[in-house]
């Protein structure tokens, strides 16, 4: 019986599901910003610290703006944040709730120089500091490559930084999903349960001493 009761509890707590969120950049379309620069996107921040004041980033697609890749940049058709080498990106939650990272895509902002890209990713959560660096091969990062994670669960925060190589990187479609908060519903359903177990092992402690 305290099993089956058990199991129902967990029930309550897993019973809650995660939104996914594609960041695309879409929200932000168009721009060039030679300083720190952040906004919003379903819910959440996206920071750019350039390494220098000269830093920036280019949000748009670059057919559109040949003059700002030379020869040319990694494109997908749509809009991407392209960036210098060593700068970094951020991301958290506007409320300051915890998510989880599941996939995004890198490639390099400028082409044709036979150098593989490198990006580490650094996450912050409640299981402490979770890194991992990506390297695509030179020919592969002349255009987008989707990579997955399994362990950036739970952060708070995520940064994405340049290697100190040339060239510079570009990033699009950041999947990222907010850790899920328990409804009312599956709070009472938490309390009664863990009630229900209460009364039941008072039950027994009785009989045991009435035997």
Do not use: H
Not at 145 to 151: K, L, M, Q, S, V
Request: net charge negative; glycine share 10%.
């Amino acid at each position: 019986m305290i099993e089956k009761i058990s199991l129902a509890v967990a029930t309550a707590l897993l019973t809650t599901s995660a939104q996914a969120e594609t960041i695309d950049f879409e929200a932000e379309a168009g721009g060039y910003y030679y300083f720190p620069y952040s906004f919003v996107e379903d819910g959440f921040r996206v920071r750019y610290e350039p390494i220098s004041p000269f830093g920036f980033t280019l949000i748009d697609d670059p057919a559109d703006n040949l003059g700002q890749c030379n020869p040319r940049c990694a494109s997908n058709g749509t809009i991407a944040l392209y960036a210098f080498n060593e700068s970094s990106v951020t991301f958290d939650l506007e409320n300051g709730g915890l998510f989880s990272l599941t996939s995004l895509d890198a490639a390099q902002t400028l082409t044709g120089n036979d150098r593989p890209l490198t990006l580490t990713l650094t996450g912050s959560g409640t299981g402490g500091v979770v890194t991992t660096t990506i390297v695509v091969g030179a020919q592969e990062a002349e255009s987008f490559t989707n990579f997955t994670f399994a362990d950036f669960t739970n952060l708070s925060s995520l940064t994405i930084t340049g290697g100190p190589e040339f060239p510079e990187f570009a990033i699009d479609n950041v999947v990222l999903s907010a850790t899920a908060v328990p409804e009312p519903a599956s709070w009472a359903m938490l309390i009664a349960g863990f009630g229900a177990v209460g009364g039941v092992v008072r039950r027994r402690r009785a009989t045991v001493r009435l035997a």
